[in-house]
């Protein structure tokens, strides 16, 4: 099903008739070779009115394979090419760690992909290299200033906060220690690695809408304190014009292809369980000021990428989704319902009839936001005609569409049924933002508000950790900014073992981290952890590449 580097690439058009679709001249683009190009902030200011209708594709709480939202955004996307729609697909970039990992690659599959797929998986036009670059400069000089004798601000070793980054799963650098070695080698100190889609350089890439602002976000990074209690921001270290100099160019989207040739935004890759999910506030500009429709993407399930969607970027951005195209599976239904994972292809009805509870829970979580949604049934080979027959019962029973998508086989052949009905609910409604609450709550309120009206919380507990937290946070004077919380994405709950619809479960905050640049707060609950260790049997293990140049392996 998936065809070869070389037919893949045989397969793709020069990027200049990609961005003729949208409107675009050659001349308009910064070209990255044959099939990619980065797209200049300046098309904002040439059409900055939005023209084109928002789609956004979220999913019921996934199987440990994942639910297809990619594919299912690529299909949905290149089903609207065919029925004759400007249509753009939006999407995150893949990071190393995942792809090295679990995933093995993350454009999409079979006949619903992303190009060119190797180099969209690997490195991608320098983006992750460059915000991981940025990242580790601030944390660099925060050193610097630990080790100088002459530095005047007296920053308080104890209190940094700010960890390194690397885009891989590397759990043996999640708690280390620098400095060793005498005065000469810095201070001793205990500190860490974040995997880079969790840096909040990252989410502020994807948030900032200007030069400006980026710079400005990059400033308000809190570091930590003096000895003498008094905060200190990045900018005070002098860091944000160096950071916003590395980010030159990867602040700045990228155009690709869906093998069937409809244009691909790729711009920014938060994870969707420990940032915001989504991205950058930018391409997706770009895309509905360039086409008819936009289709993109949240990661994990609605309760994750879906909520910090709305409640993070479309606060940030002033935008909102004219329809929610929300992705459930056979198996992963079954799943939730107590099937094992290794017997999710036989026949089960009892177990897709108990799982459903789990989409019904998300369906309710979208009306809350007052979403038109469209359940899309992401089509395996596995799934029988009873099953499928069944869903579609029981979400009409509950008065809501849904509609099968072939994608995966067909491409956008097998899609333009869903997107034809994913289309047509775009024009049900007018757009009316819906928020859980508002910015002037306290942040406990805010939290509360996620995890029993999202998650089905009966109630939420602070830890020691998190209660001090809150303390400091008010004495920066934050207290305004929404919650991006942190948690498993196996379950609404933050117990992964807890699967279906968990009720009056108790939700327990650890700790809550600071991203002042960003514009967030980052409650981290369960066992989360923001760097990722490598399974037993890594994708790595797999990929290669050949003599003559084409990556193997890369699923």
Request: with cysteine; hydrophobic share 45%; charged share 20%.
């Amino acid at each position: 099903m998936f065809p070869s580097p070389s037919a893949e690439t045989a397969s793709l058009q020069p990027i200049s008739a990609i961005a003729a679709r949208l409107g675009l001249a050659p001349e308009t683009l910064e070209p990255f070779g044959r099939f990619k190009a980065k797209l200049p902030l300046s098309l904002l200011d040439r059409d900055p009115a939005p023209r084109g209708r928002l789609i956004l594709v979220s999913a019921i709480t996934p199987t440990p394979a994942g639910e297809g939202k990619t594919t299912t955004s690529i299909g949905i996307a290149d089903g609207l090419t065919r029925l004759g729609h400007r249509t753009a697909v939006v999407l995150r970039e893949p990071s190393l760690g995942p792809v090295f990992g679990m995933k093995g690659g993350a454009t999409g599959g079979g006949r619903a992909r992303v190009g060119p797929h190797a180099d969209i998986n690997l490195h991608f036009n320098g983006d992750f290299a460059a915000i991981e670059k940025a990242h580790n400069l601030l944390a660099a000089l925060v050193d610097n200033h630990l080790q100088s004798r002459r530095s005047p601000l007296g920053l308080d070793p104890v209190s940094v906060r700010w960890k390194r980054v690397c885009d891989m799963n590397d759990r043996a650098l999640r708690r280390i220690v620098v400095g060793l070695g005498g005065r000469g080698f810095g201070l001793p100190r205990e500190t860490g690695f974040d995997i880079t889609a969790a840096s909040e350089v990252m989410a502020i890439l994807c948030l900032a809408q200007s030069r400006h602002e980026l710079k400005e976000r990059l400033g308000r990074i809190f570091v930590g304190f003096t000895h003498d209690r008094r905060p200190i921001f990045a900018r005070d270290l002098k860091a944000d014009g160096a950071m916003a100099a590395l980010l030159k160019d990867a602040l700045l989207p990228n155009l690709v292809q869906t093998l069937e040739g409809t244009p691909a935004l790729i711009h920014g890759g938060p994870f969707g369980n420990i940032a915001q999910g989504t991205n950058s506030i930018l391409a997706t500009r770009l895309g509905l000021c360039l086409a008819d429709y936009v289709v993109t993407e949240a990661g994990f399930g609605f309760d994750l990428g879906g909520e910090k969607f709305l409640e993070v970027k479309c606060r940030a951005a002033g935008l909102w989704p004219d329809a929610l195209a929300l992705v459930a599976t056979i198996r992963a239904l079954k799943y939730q319902g107590g099937a094992a994972l290794k017997e999710l292809a036989a026949p089960h009805a009892a177990a897709l009839r108990a799982g459903f509870a789990n989409l019904e829970k998300h369906l309710e979580n979208a009306a809350t936001f007052g979403l038109e949604t469209v359940v899309v049934i992401n089509r395996f080979a596995s799934d029988t005609d009873d099953e499928v027959a069944l869903l579609r019962q029981l979400c009409a029973d509950r008065g809501v569409p849904a509609v099968t998508s072939d994608h995966f086989a067909q491409g956008g052949a097998g899609a333009e049924e869903a997107a034809a009905v994913v289309a047509a609910a775009c024009h049900r409604r007018p757009r009316q933002p819906t928020f859980l609450y508002d910015l002037a709550s306290s942040v406990e309120d805010k939290i509360t508000a996620v995890a029993t009206r999202i998650y089905g919380a009966g109630k939420v507990e602070f830890g020691p950790k998190a209660r001090q937290d809150l303390k400091t946070i008010a004495e920066l004077g934050l207290t305004g900014l929404p919650v991006c919380i942190a948690k498993t994405q196996y379950s609404l709950s933050d117990n992964p073992a807890l699967l279906g619809r968990p009720r009056n479960f108790t939700f327990t905050v650890r700790e809550i981290e600071i991203a002042a640049g960003a514009g967030f707060l980052v409650p981290i609950s369960g066992e989360i952890l923001r760097m990722p260790g490598l399974p037993e049997s890594p994708a790595a293990e797999h990929i290669d590449i050949d003599d003559a140049g084409n990556i193997l392996g890369l699923t």
